[in-house]
């Protein structure tokens, strides 16, 4: 069960998380999913105030989503943005604004850790649609690596480090649909708080972090 595998962490290990966890002992972990406010931004006129609350924070948990491809040779642009802040989240529609000037100087500004997840990608996506320098981001992955944990994956490593388990199911969706459901909304959000929250669950641990280079 996982409890043994939490044990056998703690004696081989300096912290106190599982190294590994499986697929059965991750389905019999409850449901948990971000509760709080969600705020679409599709209009770069509205960007200012989000902005200015923005860089008020020290860390704020990251992600993107594009559409899905199915065809060989086709590809998306970056259609959301998911900024997570300790009391609400955003979601930054670049399918129907790109990146304004204003986001711009988030994803450059070394004072705001933004935290994510196997970042690198995302980072080379984002640059198709507007160039920018990235500083002051941090992936989650090379530091779970370097502790020992196996898994990488974000719905494992929230079963190890946040002891509950995330939805998938809406990950393959229309990205770039006129409106986004409840169930994207939801999910979108989710997945850029739970890469804040296992931050601050690692720092908690005093688990040393290095930003991307």
């Given at each position: 069960m996982i409890y043994q595998s939490f044990m056998k962490a703690s004696q081989e290990n300096t912290h106190p998380f599982a190294i590994n966890i499986e697929r059965?002992?991750?389905n019999q972990l409850e449901l948990g999913q971000y509760e709080g406010p969600i705020n679409v931004i599709s209009n770069a006129n509205l960007l200012q105030g989000v902005v200015e609350e923005i860089i008020s924070e020290k860390q704020i948990g990251f992600d993107t989503e594009s559409k899905p491809v199915f065809v060989k040779g086709v590809y998306n642009h970056v259609a959301l943005i998911q900024i997570a802040l300790p009391k609400k989240v955003y979601l930054l529609r670049t399918n129907q604004m790109g990146i304004p000037s204003e986001l711009k100087l988030v994803l450059e500004n070394p004072q705001i850790k933004k935290i994510g997840l196997a970042l690198s990608n995302d980072l080379v996506d984002l640059k198709k649609l507007r160039h920018f320098k990235p500083a002051g981001f941090i992936d989650l992955q090379p530091v779970t690596?370097?502790?020992g944990i196996?898994?990488?994956?974000l719905r494992k490593l929230c079963g190890i480090l946040l002891g509950?388990?995330?939805s998938k199911s809406a990950q393959v969706s229309n990205w770039e649909a006129p409106t986004l459901s409840e169930k994207q909304l939801r999910y979108a959000a989710t997945d850029?708080?739970?890469c804040l929250e296992m931050y601050h669950?690692?720092?908690a641990h005093n688990?040393?972090?290095s930003?991307?280079?």
């Open positions: 059965r002992e991750l690596k370097q502790i196996k898994a990488q994956g509950f388990r995330i850029a708080w739970a669950k690692l720092k688990i040393p972090f930003e991307m280079h």
